[in-house]
């Protein structure tokens, strides 16, 4: 199994950006999947999930601002990201099951 984290990059306070997942090597349509971010320096945060049926949660810091998705197949998640703030600078993974991506980073520029 093999997860790969998309779409990272540098943008402006208060600007866009949509992360991708793309999962291979197994379907997880009843799986909860997850995205998860590290800032230097501190411990790794769960930022939002998604579970099979669709039941959705949030971490309080970007709840109006995130909108996670994913595929019924289980194959792809995404995690659409506006009014970014420079507190969300980190590195930005995928998760599912026991499986991680390698990350994708996420710079916000004051």
Do not use: H
Request: charged share 20%; proline share 2%.
């Amino acid at each position: 199994v093999n997860l790969m984290e998309s779409g990272g990059g540098s943008v402006q306070a208060g600007g866009s950006l949509k992360l991708s997942c793309v999962v291979s090597g197994n379907t997880y349509s009843r799986y909860t999947m997850s995205w998860f971010r590290q800032a230097p320096g501190k411990q790794r945060k769960k930022v939002a999930s998604i579970g099979g049926g669709g039941d959705i949660s949030y971490d309080d810091s970007v709840k109006g601002r995130f909108t996670i998705s994913r595929d019924g197949a289980g194959r792809n998640l995404y995690l659409e990201m506006d009014s970014l703030k420079p507190e969300d600078t980190a590195m930005y993974y995928c998760a599912v099951d026991s499986y991680w991506g390698r990350g994708t980073q996420v710079t916000v520029i004051s």
